[in-house]
Structures are given as structure tokens and as C-alpha cells.
């Protein structure tokens, strides 16, 4: 979705982006790839809530989540599928990693203030 | 047997697909090409009163570069199979980031999401597909660019990409935002790649400077079409002003509405109005800070009593004009004293500014939204309903207060035949106007549901019949859209797209466009 960029590139994410060059590189033979450094990596799930979740979560567009103790399982759920209006979330806007994270921090966050 | 996949393409047998699969698997690797329900199920998830199934994708494939597409669209045309691209696939109530017809293969750009480059003295950026507004918000905080983007509604998960080549619009100065892109870099049907206009000549610098380049001006024909997949996108930024001044106009009277566009129109021509401004009636506001349920019971469309007393008790306008100054503060304050002197006149007016409302939500992501901000509450549209039910009609209309009623008259007939709220705006251009309606309606009411279908069928085939076209639809629609327009354009889009996509391997359907 958003998040870091090209300067701030932690070395796990640079680490994954060389290795995709290298699978690329040999399903392709000797045709040049250009690099598939992302542009951008979630860091934590506070980040993926604050930059995705908050703008209708905290702003009364949709319910409140976090303080409720809610289910991971439950929210990992409802990002990939949506919820009536809510969108549905692919893995490719947050990774299942991030997910995972992101489930966890809004399971465990205290209430909004 | 059942099939493994959920859907296949048109035409196009399961060994066949397996087949393009494998090679897909073999330019992405296994976990880039997703073919599972469970992989799937963001993909088919829609806000249009159609069943799932008729936009169920049978793959997503997750690419990240120019070389990649390259090879995908070569293994499309071996083996007839049609891809429909996304770049962030928040195109909500327009189809999101389901394909638009069952079977076809998304290709997914988000992944594919690298700022190139931000120029800070020319004011203009160049990126890949996937980037998001947030991502450049957060990277001209970053950089410490005095830079604004122009920005539509979902904002932070939506980008310029896609929302410009679907030539959806923003709210700043910048808004119409197809006026604002400069250079592409396009992958065609047969793999070649295009950077049009000055990105054509190898050591140029001035791509995202001039829009015209030499020869016929290319840049059109991508753009709410499928002649090719976009992979690089320039556009221009607004230099942040030193003063920005949103404010709001209440008017209490739905005929209100001609004077406010006689008003607005010269405003917005001689550039002392110089943003997209909004004339949002109470029904598009509404569920920012009412229940549908404390002003209806039962079924059917809202009253305009109770609209009357929906907005005094909110303290809104049954039409709530909102637009903004920018510049110095000596423009400001003159062009406001020219703004409140013009819409002044006849005493109908109640202005309010920043100072005036405090906190208040309405005025607030209006505010946001006018200086490119990232603020998604203009979908509390969707708790106005309840149900996630969303289409967008979106037809054209003329600067000219009498026709604004007009079509404001002719949506609210047909809206109450069907029992759906009038929940409309005008966003202010110069010469016109995109009238925007958000049919909202409960997709958990089959009955609800199939009314809204009906509704958004006579709303296309009355407004057109009355010359009024759509500037946009959704997914849903597309074909019955296009049936507006004369049979000749149409068949220039086909002929077009004969020409570049001779297998009709990208997006068929798109804006009614086939082989």
C-alpha cells in the first residue's frame, strides 16, 4: 500500500529483491532484468494499521478495532475479504506477512484515545 | 471434473490455461502467480449489483517489471489468454479490482511501485504503476518538497496511475487529472515498449516537461482504453501556495443550484475559483454526521422534508458549495473579497471558513481534500445506506445553472422510482461539470439489489437520450455506456484495437473495446 522508500530499504528487503533477480534471470536465460528493488516495504503492523486501516477505523468511517481485543485470525480474514463496503485487501497491497503483524498489533493495541 | 481453477477465460481450455500458467509460473516464479480461492478472493470483491461469479478472475499474477510484462503479454497471445490490469485496484463502486469479465487474468501492478523520480524545481514526478498516493505523500514529507498532489477520494490507497488513465478527477487546482500527465512508457500487445511524446528521443530531459511531443499525441489513446499496459506515468505537481483558504457556502434551496453555478461559472474561468470546487447537495454529506434510520422508515427514498430537516439539524446546506484560494496573501484576501462580493448579492448565501467551523468533519475532509491531502472520509457515503452497495454515475453536464436542475431533477425521478436517496454532487470545472451520483443501495437486499441494477440502467439510457453522456462507469457497464456514444467512435476503438492487440489480449471489454 505505502510505506517506506527506496532510501530506506532495510537488507532483508534488499536480500528478497536479489534473489527474485536471480530466479528471474535464470526462467529467462540471458535476457536482462531490470531491478525489482520495491519501491516500498511495510515495516511493523502499526505502520500497515496507520497508513491503511487508521483513515477509516479511527475517523469513524468504519468501527473502531483496536482496544477490542479482536480475534487475528478474524482480521486477517475480513482484510482479504472485505466486509460490506469495507474493501477486500490482496497480498500484494500487504503481504501475509505484514498481515500477520498487522492482525496481531490491532488484536493486542490499546483503545484510541 | 471440476475445474481446478475458479474461472477460466472465454474460449480458452483448462489444458490450455495450464499451459499458460506454467509459463506464467516460469516468468514470476510459483508464488507470484495466484490461482487459489482463498488467493483469490480480494480480487472478486465488488460494490455493483452483480453477482461475484460474473467477475471472478481465474489468476492474479503478480509482476514487477518492464521485462516481465513483456514476457506475459508474449505467453497472452501464444495461448488467447486476456489479462485485465490493476495498479492499486481501488477503483471502488467502478469495479475495484475485480476483472470485467469472469475468467480473465488480473495483472497485478501494485508490487510494481518504485518512485523514479521527483523533480522539486519543475514540479513533476515520474512512477511505476503501483505507487500510491500515500507513498508520495510520505516521500515529499521525507524530501522536504514543498509539493501538493491532487488526489480523488480514497487518496492514501489509491495512485496517480491508475486513477488518471481511468481520468478520474481531484480537487485541488490540479484536479482534472489527465490535464496534468506528461509521458508514458507503455508496453504494447506485442511486447514492444512506447515512451510517448519527448520520451521518445533517447537523451531527452523534458518527458514529464512536455506533454505534445512530435506527430499525433499518443498519450489519449491509453487512457480509459486497452491498447497497452502503462508501466511508467508522468504527472505534474502543484508548488505548495503560501496561503490556502478553503471555505464553505450553504445554500438552503435545491433551485439554489442555478445561482450557484451562474456565480461559480466566471469564478472558475477567469481563475479566481482556481480548484475543482464541489457543489455537494446534504444527501452526499449526510452520513458524515446522520443516521438514514433518524429521518426514514421503511422502504423508499428519503423526503425532502426530511432532507430539510436532516441538514438543519446538522447545521449543513441543502447545497453545500466548497472550493479553496491559493497564492500569496494579498491574492487571497482579494480574490475572497471578489468570491463573497459575487456570491453575496442576493443575501442566500452563508459563508464559512476554517475559523468558523473548528473541527467539524464536513468541512474538514473537504479541506483535506482541496490541498491534495490523504482523507478518506468521504466514504461515510457508505454508512448513509449500510450494505456496501456503491455505483457511480457520472454524467457530464454544462457549467450553466439551469441545466445542473435539470439533471439534478431527472436523477432524483428516477432515484425515487427505485427507492434510492439522491445523493449527488457537481465537481466544478471550467465549461463543465462532472454531476457525480452515488447510487448508494443494501447489496445484502437481493430485492434492493436488482432495483439498483434497474435504476442505473434507465439512469444511462434516459440521460443519453436527453444528450447527457457518461465521462466514466463501471465494470458492470461498460458496454451499455459506449452503446450511448456513436457507432463510429466505436468503431475507431475497434479498429485501433485490431491494430495493436490483433489476439484482443488486453482487457477486452474495457469501455465497451473488442476485437
Excluded at chain 1, 33 to 40: I, L, M
Excluded at chain 1, 88 to 93: D, H, K, Q, T, V
Excluded at chain 2, 328 to 350: H, L, P, R, Y
Excluded at chain 2, 436 to 460: G, N, S, V
Aim: contains cysteine.
Amino acid at each position: 500500500m505505502c510505506g517506506m522508500t527506496t532510501s530506506r530499504h532495510s537488507a532483508r528487503f534488499i536480500l528478497a529483491a536479489v534473489v527474485a533477480i536471480g530466479i528471474a534471470a535464470r526462467v529467462a536465460g540471458a535476457a536482462p532484468e531490470e531491478a525489482t528493488q520495491p519501491g516500498f516495504a511495510w515495516k511493523d503492523g502499526a505502520e500497515v494499521y496507520a497508513k491503511v486501516c487508521a483513515f477509516c477505523h479511527d475517523t469513524a468511517v468504519g468501527p473502531t478495532l483496536r482496544g477490542r481485543g479482536l480475534d487475528p485470525t478474524y482480521i486477517q480474514l475480513i482484510v482479504r475479504h472485505g466486509n460490506r463496503a469495507m474493501p477486500a485487501f490482496r497480498a500484494s497491497e500487504i503481504d501475509d506477512q505484514s498481515l500477520e503483524k498487522l492482525a496481531e498489533y490491532v488484536s493486542k493495541a490499546e483503545a484510541n484515545k | 471434473m471440476a475445474s481446478k481453477y475458479l474461472a477460466l477465460p472465454k474460449g480458452v481450455s483448462e489444458a490450455t490455461f495450464d499451459a499458460a500458467v506454467k509459463e506464467f509460473r516460469g516468468v514470476l516464479g510459483e508464488t507470484h502467480v495466484l490461482t487459489s480461492a482463498e488467493q483469490l478472493a480480494p480480487y472478486a470483491k465488488v460494490m455493483m449489483p452483480v453477482p461475484e461469479a460474473n467477475h471472478t478472475p481465474s489468476a492474479a499474477l503478480l509482476a514487477t517489471t518492464v521485462e516481465q510484462i513483456q514476457k506475459i503479454v508474449g505467453i497472452c497471445n501464444k495461448h488467447k489468454v486476456p489479462i485485465w490490469t490493476i495498479s492499486t485496484g481501488k477503483n471502488l463502486g467502478y469495479g475495484s479490482a475485480a476483472p470485467a469479465e469472469r475468467g480473465q487474468v488480473v495483472l497485478d501492478l501494485h508490487r510494481m511501485n518504485r518512485i523514479l523520480e521527483v523533480d522539486p524545481d519543475l514540479c513533476y514526478a515520474l512512477v511505476e504503476p503501483g505507487v500510491t498516493y500515500k507513498q508520495l505523500y510520505d516521500y515529499f514529507k521525507e524530501h522536504n518538497y514543498a509539493l501538493w498532489l491532487s488526489v480523488p477520494a480514497p487518496s492514501a490507497i489509491a495512485g496517480p496511475t491508475g486513477n488518471t488513465l481511468d481520468r478520474g478527477v481531484g480537487y485541488t487546482p490540479y484536479g482534472e487529472h489527465f490535464m496534468n500527465a506528461c509521458g508514458m512508457e507503455v508496453v504494447l500487445a506485442n511486447g514492444e515498449v512506447l515512451r510517448t511524446a519527448m520520451g521518445g528521443l533517447p537523451k531527452s530531459n523534458t518527458w514529464q516537461c512536455f506533454k505534445w511531443g512530435y506527430g499525433p499525441y499518443l498519450d489519449g489513446i491509453f487512457t480509459q482504453s486497452n491498447y497497452g499496459i502503462v508501466t511508467k506515468f508522468g504527472f505534474w505537481l502543484q508548488p505548495a501556495p503560501p496561503v490556502y483558504k478553503p471555505f464553505l457556502i450553504q445554500y438552503q434551496h435545491e433551485e439554489d443550484v442555478v445561482e450557484i453555478v451562474e456565480i461559480m461559472r466566471p469564478l472558475r474561468l477567469s481563475g479566481v475559483i482556481p480548484n475543482s470546487g464541489v457543489i455537494a447537495h446534504a444527501l452526499y454529506e449526510a452520513g458524515l454526521k446522520a443516521k438514514r434510520s433518524d429521518y426514514v422508515s421503511g422502504p423508499g427514498s428519503i423526503s425532502d422534508e426530511a432532507v430539510r430537516r436532516l441538514a438543519k439539524d446538522h447545521n449543513m446546506g441543502i447545497w453545500n458549495v466548497t472550493a479553496a484560494l491559493y497564492g500569496t496573501k494579498e491574492q487571497v484576501d482579494v480574490n475572497w473579497k471578489i468570491v463573497t462580493d459575487a456570491f453575496g448579492k442576493s443575501g442566500k448565501a452563508k459563508f464559512l471558513t476554517q475559523e468558523d467551523v473548528g473541527d467539524d468533519p464536513q468541512f474538514g475532509y473537504r479541506a483535506a481534500l482541496m490541498r491534495g491531502g490523504m482523507d478518506l472520509r468521504e466514504f461515510n457515503l457508505y454508512n448513509w445506506r449500510g450494505g456496501g452497495g456503491s455505483l457511480w454515475f457520472a454524467p457530464v453536464c454544462q457549467t450553466r445553472g439551469s441545466e445542473t436542475l435539470k439533471q439534478m431533477a431527472m436523477a432524483k425521478r428516477i432515484l425515487t422510482k427505485y427507492g434510492l436517496d439522491y445523493t449527488g454532487e457537481f465537481i466544478v470545472g471550467m465549461r463543465d461539470m462532472h454531476h457525480i451520483l452515488d447510487m448508494l443501495f443494501d447489496r445484502t437486499d437481493p430485492e434492493m439489489t436488482k432495483a439498483a441494477y434497474q435504476c442505473f440502467d434507465e439512469l444511462i439510457a434516459t440521460f443519453s437520450a436527453e444528450g447527457y453522456g457518461s465521462y466514466r462507469t463501471n465494470t458492470a457497464f461498460m458496454d451499455k455506456v459506449a452503446d450511448t456514444y456513436d457507432p463510429i467512435q466505436r468503431s475507431v476503438n475497434r479498429t485501433l484495437k485490431q491494430a495493436l492487440d490483433p489476439n484482443g489480449i488486453l482487457a477486452p471489454g474495457k469501455s465497451g473495446i473488442r476485437l
